[in-house]
């Protein structure tokens, strides 16, 4: 059984920073494409940033220079690192692993506000 579980969110200032955690049970990361997105209310779910199973990474322009994706495969972990926060980046955050379906997290909330 396939299971991600994000951990990291929390409340910060604008201008702060924060690391989100996407550990995966069931499902090896470094065989597949992965990728963050996010849900803010009332808005549609978008892509923040994906890494194909070859290792090209793709970043929406919103976060470029702000955000970076890193894997730790010996822990079968991924993480964002959310440098420069905005109060427009509040929002549920995702992981998802792109296999023969696309498996999901569960989320977990960031709120950039002073």
């Known amino acids: 059984q396939v299971q991600l579980v994000e951990s990291g969110g929390g409340l910060v200032q604008p201008g702060g920073s924060l690391r989100l955690s996407c550990a995966a049970s069931?499902?090896?990361?470094?065989?597949?494409?992965v990728g963050w997105y996010r849900q803010a209310p009332g808005k549609q779910r978008e892509l923040v940033v994906a890494?194909?199973?070859?290792?090209?990474?793709n970043y929406a322009d919103f976060v470029k220079d702000r955000f970076t994706i890193s894997r730790d495969n010996a822990k079968n972990t991924m993480y964002l690192q959310m440098n420069s926060l905005k109060p427009e980046d509040t929002a549920v955050y995702y992981c998802?692993?792109?296999?023969?379906?696309?498996?999901w997290g569960q989320g977990t909330q960031v709120t950039v506000s002073s």
């Open positions: 998802a692993v792109f296999s023969v379906r696309t498996y």
């Open positions: 069931g499902i090896i990361f470094s065989l597949y494409a």
């Open positions: 890494v194909s199973s070859g290792g090209i990474i």
